[in-house]
């Protein structure tokens, strides 16, 4: 028997006389859920870093914010009231900011959506991202402040600030995401709206299954080259386990067509949106995984003309931080109708007839 596996049975006088060495403390964690860490928040940020860097590149693969900013602005637009002050969470390149300087698809003639915003505050733990655009027009006919955040789970906004909070393509590198939304009920007023887009569910299953299949073909097994992303089932339970009422969750599929699959993997890169899991494998992808992972790309889902498609599902999530004035659901069973009462009045109002 050692010294340590006998030191629970020496008294502490001689423990001293012994000169044994000090006893050890260890951390132990707080009782509550545990966190676990999916992603290296410090590896996306060099990502978004090394991205925005390169200021045209990251500029031409817009696209797909842009268009999810778009409709984010839209489902905001929809909601009719005057919004003095609103946070953009996560903001990567203030795309949000962009769109709403832009009118409506629908109405053109409406003029810019910004009318209805007083203030925007955006906000990104990326600096050079956040700023990447601070100098072209769009920032003169929108009244934007950038705040760069020292980490992106922690918020540091007072309780009821905002009254609106929106978040685009942000939330899908987000560790916590059940203490994000919690945080984002804080710091919203009541009656007042989070609206959020993020992806999620079968995102980019083309390239996942065909980098998984070529792997297992050349080295027998699967590494970790793409990132879990949160199922549309999950997100109102998350939601509703933050507090928020009056939920609406909808899903929008966009495809875009590539001439290659490096292609897809250059933009994703050029987005800041490459792969950011702890876990996944050190070095690039060994080229003769890429090569047969190509063409089970195109054999698998590759397009007539020789294209291959990338499917991004977008989930759009809705909620409302409780008030007391706000509109209430029914109760339960107050919406109930009977068929049979119904056809037994019509037939008594036919044999009036």
């Known amino acids: 028997m050692n010294v340590l596996s006998i030191r629970a049975f020496i008294p502490p006088l001689t423990r001293r006389c012994l000169s044994l060495p000090p006893t050890r403390r260890y951390a132990v964690q707080a009782p509550g859920a545990p966190t676990m860490d999916i992603f290296s928040h410090s590896h996306k940020w060099m990502q978004k870093e090394r991205a925005a860097a390169n200021t045209e590149s990251s500029r031409n693969v817009d696209y797909l914010r842009d268009e999810a900013a778009s409709r984010l602005c839209e489902r ?23 769109m709403l300087t832009l009118p409506s698809p629908d109405s053109p003639d409406a003029g810019p959506r910004s009318k ?11 600096e050079t991202f956040l700023f990447r655009d601070a100098g072209l027009p769009f920032n003169q006919q929108i009244d934007v402040h950038r705040q760069v955040l020292a980490a992106p789970e922690l918020l540091p906004f007072d309780a009821n600030s905002f009254d609106a909070v929106l978040s685009c393509l942000s939330m899908h590198w987000i560790n916590d995401l059940p203490s994000v939304l919690a945080q984002v009920n804080h710091i919203l007023r009541p009656d007042c709206p989070f609206i959020g887009v993020m992806m999620g569910g079968d995102s980019l299953f083309e390239l996942r299954t065909s980098l998984q299949l070529a792997e297992q073909e050349r080295r027998g097994g699967v590494s970790t080259h793409t990132s879990p992303l949160a199922d549309v089932r999950d997100v109102g339970g998350l939601l509703q386990r933050a507090g928020f009422n009056l939920l609406t969750v909808d899903v929008d599929d966009i495809v875009v067509d590539f001439p290659d699959m490096f292609s897809l993997m250059n933009d994703l890169q050029a987005m800041g949106e490459s792969n950011a899991v702890i876990t996944r494998e ?13 063409g ?3 054999e698998l889902h590759g397009n007539e003309d020789g294209s291959l498609p990338a499917t991004f599902r977008l989930i759009y999530m809705i909620g409302w931080k409780n008030s007391p004035e706000q509109a209430k659901p029914l109760e339960r069973g107050t919406g109930m109708f009977s068929i049979k009462d119904y056809l037994e009045t019509q037939g008594k109002k036919d044999d009036g007839k």
């Open 76 to 98: 905001l637009m929809d909601i009719n009231r005057h919004f003095p002050h609103v946070l953009d969470l996560g903001a990567n390149a203030c795309n949000v900011a962009r």
């Open 116 to 126: 209805r915003i007083g203030k925007l505050t955006a906000a990104d733990s990326s």
């Open 282 to 294: 050190k070095g690039a992808i060994q080229r003769d995984v890429l090569l047969a992972a190509e």
């Open 296 to 298: 089970i790309y195109r």
